[in-house]
Nanobody, 121 residues
Framework: QVPLVESGGGLVQAVGSLRLSCATSGRAFSRYAMGWFRQAPVKEREFVARSNWSSGNTDYADSVKGRFTISRDYGKNTVYLQMNSLKPEDTAVYFC??????????????WGQGTQVTVSS
């Protein structure tokens, strides 16, 4: 089992910012690609961002490109999602994910418990 503990969600006004954190074990942090998905009410879980640490490649959904940034802190075994210029349509539960190579949520090996992000207009 891979522990993925998220934090940083909350309520923010449109055009504001939030930073999500996902802490994990050192073994998982160095072994797996990690990233984020989100799920809004009555919608399917959708890909947001992913980072492959070994290659240095990052990938973003078109809807967040240019506004969200994924990064990591090696000393803290933590992955971050910096979210800027937030929009009401970004409102969702955000899930940290580990061990996946595609944007399909069915291909994810491990999930965090999720953290709510609500953007008011």
């Amino acid at each position: 089992q891979v522990p993925l503990v998220e934090s940083g969600g909350g309520l923010v006004q449109a055009v504001g910012s939030l930073r999500l954190s996902c802490a994990t074990s050192g073994r998982a942090f160095s072994r797996y690609a990690m990233g984020w998905f989100r799920q809004a009410p009555v919608k399917e879980r959708e890909f947001v961002a992913r980072s492959n640490w070994s290659s240095g490649n990052t990938d973003y959904a078109d809807s967040v490109k240019g506004r969200f940034t994924i990064s990591r802190d090696y000393g803290k075994n933590t992955v971050y999602l910096q979210m800027n210029s937030l929009k009401p349509e970004d409102t969702a539960v955000y899930f940290c994910a580990a061990d996946f190579n595609a944007r399909d949520y069915g291909a994810v090996g491990y999930w965090g418990q999720g953290t709510q992000v609500t953007v008011s207009s």
